[in-house]
């Protein structure tokens, strides 16, 4: 990564328009292969109630990616649901196509994953072929343990727990 600035910056409700408007992009690149269409009024189907969580529920947040102040992109990072596993899920990273290929989405993956107060959950489709390089080159380097899950929930999903290191 060159000489950016590059800042990770919780949002408030007041900007869920502004997260609303950026999942349209992470949509529209993913509809391929989740074969999503649009909806009447030509946006992609966004779950409201899903979305307002990242400001209602205690361990979910909607953060702005910033590099050299202007929006680079977005992070969703949820409590994982799943049974049995206490961890957080970065759930959608996404990275601008001017931003792409600098090392940016690589950064912030690997510093939020760094966080040691917290295992993390990584799930991505296995369809998503940019989403499978991206992630195999940043969970191969990362110097945290690393399990493979297999899940019965949605077994198109590749699913990886990074642990905290036990002292």
Known sequence: MNDVTLEL????????????????FYAYESSDWEQ??????????????????????PHWSANLLLVDGFIAG?????QSELPGINALELADLFILKKYRHQGIGRAVA????????HDWL????????AA?????AVLDEL????????????PELLTFLVTRVKH
């Open 9 to 24: 910056v919780p949002t408030g409700p007041e900007q869920a328009q502004l997260i609303r408007n950026l999942y349209q």
């Open 36 to 57: 999503e269409d649009v909806e009447v009024d030509g946006t992609f189907y966004l779950h409201e109630e899903h979305l307002a969580r990242y400001w209602q529920t």
């Open 74 to 78: 977005f992070l969703l990072i949820e």
């Open 110 to 117: 690997t510093q939020v994953l760094m966080n040691e107060a």
């Open 122 to 129: 990584v799930r991505f489709y296995r369809q998503d072929e």
């Open 132 to 136: 499978l390089a991206f992630w195999n």
């Open 143 to 154: 110097p945290r343990p690393l399990q493979t899950l297999e899940m019965d929930d949605e």
